[in-house]
């Protein structure tokens, strides 16, 4: 029984393999999309927006 917990925890550790070509092409694809000057610029607008959302919720507490 110790030895399938062992195995279990190892296998936790490691991300799942992609399968096929496509699917690392598609892992590959994602992680350099994260890692790309756009996506942080996306990520950078999103935060703007929720901030200027919050500021409205608060003008409208005190109309």
Do not use: G
């Amino acid at each position: 029984m110790s030895k399938s917990r062992k195995s279990t925890r190892q296998a936790s550790r490691k991300p799942p393999r992609a399968a096929s070509s496509y699917e690392r092409w598609l892992a590959k694809a994602v992680h350099d999309f994260n890692r790309s000057e756009r996506y942080k610029e996306i990520q950078e607008a999103h935060q703007i927006e929720q901030q200027e959302l919050e500021l409205v919720r608060e003008m409208r507490q005190w109309l």
